[in-house]
């Protein structure tokens, strides 16, 4: 596995995965909710429905920031590249 210090790369991912996931389930969520609003069919959505999607989002972005930074410390460093994985 690679690791960065007592960071792991699997860690990572799995962390970026999952706030991923729950964003694009909240956003899903909010979006049907909004459908069904427009069409008349039920209450627009509340602001802490869309409070809580921004703060997924957002969330989700900083797991892709420390996903994005170990990638860049890692592949700085010449002598360890050849254990990245390839994308092919």
């Not at 069409?39 to 989700?60: A, F, I, T, Y």
């Not at 410390?73 to 010449?78: G, I, L, N």
Request: aromatic letters at 8%; hydrophobic letters at 40%.
């Amino acid at each position: 596995m690679v690791m960065n210090g007592d960071i792991s790369w699997l860690e990572l991912y799995k962390v970026w995965h999952r706030r991923h996931t729950d964003y694009l389930s909240a956003q899903r969520a909010l979006d049907d909710a909004m459908s069904m609003y427009m069409e008349s069919k039920g209450p627009p959505p509340s602001r802490q429905v869309m409070k809580k999607v921004d703060d997924l989002r957002h969330q989700m972005s900083e797991a892709r920031v420390a996903v994005n930074e170990f990638i860049a410390a890692y592949a700085a460093d010449e002598q360890d590249k050849h254990n990245l994985p390839r994308h092919e």
